[in-house]
C-alpha cells in the first residue's frame, strides 16, 4: 500500500471511530459519517495565465469552490476536482471548498515566478543520522513536479515523507561529501551541500570517569557508537592487558597503578580514558544470604557453546565458615557451583552417614550419580577443588575428583559414568546456592569452567594460580575478589565472552585469602 492509502485509510479509519462513539446505545437513529476536506495539494504555485487541477482526496461531496482573489486566480470544480486559473497578476489567495455538509476547507494559489528555497542551505551530520528538510517555495505544486538528484548516492540518502508535501528525510550512509539538487517544472534548481563526517565514538565511561580494575580481574568499557575497526591501546601495558571484541573493551589488570587507554576508531577518531589497577586484599564472602547467578546468555540467547558437554572441568577456590544442615532435616549440604540434578560440585555428608564432609559430584535427575572424595572438608580451611570429566575414558576413570591439585581417591561411588554426557549449563546455573538453597556459607575466591577434561598436570599447575584467560577449553573464569570496590553486584568472566556471574545481593562483605598475600 502506497503512502496516500495508507493516510486515506487512517482518516477514514478514525472517522468511522468517531461515529461510532458518537452513538447512543438507546438511539436507533443512523449518525453519518463528516469527514474533514482533504486535498492533494496544499499549495498551487503557477505563472501568470496558467491553470492547474487540485483533487478532493476525502470529503462528503457536493462541492462548491470560491477563490477570494478573482483577480488573481478563479477557481471551479467538477465532481471533486478544482481547476484554477491564473490571470496576468502576480501574488496569492486562498480557494475555499465547502461540501454538502457544510465542512470547509481551504488550500492556497501563489502566482509568480519564486525561487526554489529549502529550509536549510546545507547540511552537516554524522554518518547514520538524520535530518528533516523541506522544501518551501518554488515553481512547483506537488511533489512529483520536484526532480531530485543526489551526486553521490553511497553518501546519503533522501526519502519523502508526505504524500502531498515536500517534506524530506536526509539520512547519511557513508563518509563523504555529496549535492542534493532540486529542480522545479521552470528548471529552477536548488543545491543543497552535504557533508557526512565520521561517528564520533562515545563510550559508556563518561568523560573524566576513571575504570576501577583489580589485578587479574576485568572490566569491561562498551562502545556505545562509533565507527567499528577498534584498536584499543594502555600507554603502560604493565598496568593492564587490553583486548576489543566486537563493540566491547575488555581490560585484566595485571600490575597496580594507573594508566590510560586509547581507543581508536577504522575513521581515526579517537577517545581515550583512565584505569585504575587496584591490588586486591580480599574476596567476596557470600556467607548463606548470598550467591550467584550465571546465565550464560550471548546477545539476548543461551550459549550452545554451553549445551551438550561431553568433556567438562570444573575449578574453584573456596572457603566454608560453618558446615550447613542439621539432625532436624535440613540438608548437610554446601554447594560451590553448578546444576542441580545435572552437573553440582558441592561439599556433602557421605550418603546414609551423618558426619563427615566431602567434595561431591552430583548429577542426573535422579541423583543417581554421585561421586565423593576422601579428604574430609574441614571449616575455615580454603580449599581448591576441581571436577573432571573425561569422554576419552571409561568407567570410574572417566571421573576424576582434585583437592589441592592431588587426586582424590573416590570414598564412594554409584551411577553410570557413560550417563554423564551433553551436559547443559545454560538453565539454572549458580555459584553458591543450589536447589534454592544450600549455600555455600563461606567465602569464593575464584570459579573457573573448562570445556574439556583437564589432565593431573594441568590440575597441580593451576592450584592456587592465576590463568591465562585465553587458554585452550577456558570457557569462564571469575576472580571474586575486591578490585572493583565496595558494593560490587556481578563479576565478569575474564575470558572473551563476558559471562557475567551476578549477585543476589551487592557483595559488601569480603574476607582474606591466603593466597593474595
Known amino acids: 500500500m502506497n503512502k496516500y492509502l495508507k493516510y486515506i485509510t487512517t482518516l477514514l479509519l478514525l472517522s468511522v471511530a468517531f461515529s461510532f462513539l458518537s452513538c447512543d446505545d438507546d438511539d436507533d437513529t443512523v449518525v453519518k459519517d463528516v469527514y474533514e476536506i482533504i486535498v492533494n495539494k496544499p499549495v498551487v504555485r503557477l505563472g501568470a495565465n496558467e491553470q492547474a487541477t487540485v483533487k478532493v482526496v476525502l470529503g462528503n461531496e457536493g462541492y462548491s469552490v470560491k477563490s477570494y482573489d478573482t483577480s488573481i486566480a478563479t477557481a471551479s470544480i467538477s465532481g471533486d476536482v478544482v481547476t484554477v486559473k491564473s490571470l496576468n497578476k502576480q501574488g496569492a489567495t486562498t480557494v475555499e471548498i465547502t461540501d454538502q455538509e457544510g465542512v470547509i476547507g481551504n488550500f492556497t494559489v501563489a502566482v509568480g515566478t519564486f525561487e ?9 551530520m554524522e554518518r547514520l543520522n538524520e535530518t528533516s528538510l523541506v522544501v518551501s517555495s518554488g515553481n512547483f505544486s506537488s511533489n512529483d513536479e520536484l526532480d531530485i538528484v543526489i551526486a553521490d548516492p553511497s553518501v546519503v540518502s533522501i526519502e519523502n515523507t508526505d504524500p502531498y508535501r515536500p517534506y524530506y528525510t536526509v539520512k547519511g550512509i557513508g563518509i563523504g561529501t555529496t549535492t542534493i539538487t532540486f529542480t522545479d517544472r521552470l528548471g529552477k534548481e536548488l543545491v543543497i551541500d552535504v557533508d557526512i563526517v565520521p561517528i564520533t565514538i562515545d563510550t559508556d565511561i563518561i568523560e573524566g570517569e576513571t575504570k ?9 568499557v562498551n562502545i556505545l557508537k562509533g565507527n567499528g575497526n577498534y584498536v584499543a591501546t594502555p600507554v603502560d601495558d604493565s598496568k593492564v592487558l587490553v583486548k576489543v571484541v566486537d563493540n566491547t573493551i575488555n581490560i585484566i589488570g595485571k600490575s597496580a597503578g594507573a594508566t590510560t587507554i586509547l581507543l581508536e576508531d577504522g575513521e581515526g577518531q579517537t577517545f581515550s580514558f583512565e584505569v585504575n589497577v587496584n591490588k586486591i586484599d580480599k574476596v567476596a564472602n557470600i556467607g548463606t544470604s548470598n550467591y550467584f547467578s550465571v546465565p550464560f546468555h550471548l546477545n539476548g540467547a543461551a550459549d550452545p557453546a ?3 558437554l ?7 577456590r573456596f572457603m566454608i565458615e560453618n558446615l550447613n544442615g542439621d539432625d532436624n532435616g535440613n540438608a548437610r549440604i554446601n554447594t560451590i557451583m553448578g546444576v542441580e540434578k545435572i552437573f553440582l560440585m558441592r561439599v556433602d555428608v557421605r550418603k546414609g552417614q551423618s558426619g563427615d564432609r566431602y567434595i561431591q ?15 574430609k572438608i574441614e571449616p575455615g580451611v580454603w580449599y581448591n577443588a576441581a571436577i573432571v570429566v573425561d569422554p576419552a575414558k571409561s568407567g570410574t576413570d572417566k571421573i576424576k575428583l582434585y583437592i589441592n591439585g592431588v587426586e582424590e581417591t573416590l570414598g564412594y561411588s554409584s551411577g553410570t559414568p557413560a550417563d554423564l554426557k ?9 555459584i553458591g546456592q543450589s536447589d534454592g538453597k544450600r549455600r555455600l556459607n563461606g567465602a569464593i575466591s575464584y570459579a573457573r569452567i573448562w570445556t574439556k577434561a583437564l589432565d593431573a598436570g594441568e590440575i597441580a599447575a593451576y592450584n592456587s594460580s592465576s590463568v591465562d584467560p585465553s587458554a585452550d577449553g577456558l570457557a569462564a573464569y571469575w576472580a571474586f575478589n575486591n578490585g572493583a570496590g565496595d558494593g560490587v553486584d556481578r563479576f565478569i568472566s575474564l575470558t572473551d565472552n563476558n ?3 551476578k549477585a543476589a545481593n551487592k557483595v ?5 585469602d591466603p593466597i593474595l598475600e
Open 361 to 375: 559430584l552430583a548429577a542426573d535427575n535422579k541423583g543417581g550419580i554421585r561421586y565423593e572424595g576422601s579428604t
Open 422 to 430: 551433553d551436559i547443559d549449563l545454560t538453565s539454572n546455573f549458580f
Open 499 to 501: 559471562y557475567e556471574a
Open 508 to 512: 559488601t562483605s569480603w574476607t582474606t
Open 306 to 308: 554451553m549445551k551438550g
Open 116 to 124: 526554489l528555497q529549502a529550509n536549510v542551505s546545507g547540511i552537516e
Open 310 to 316: 561431553n568433556a567438562i572441568t570444573y575449578e574453584s
Open 212 to 220: 576501577q580494575v583489580g589485578v587479574n580481574n576485568k572490566a569491561v
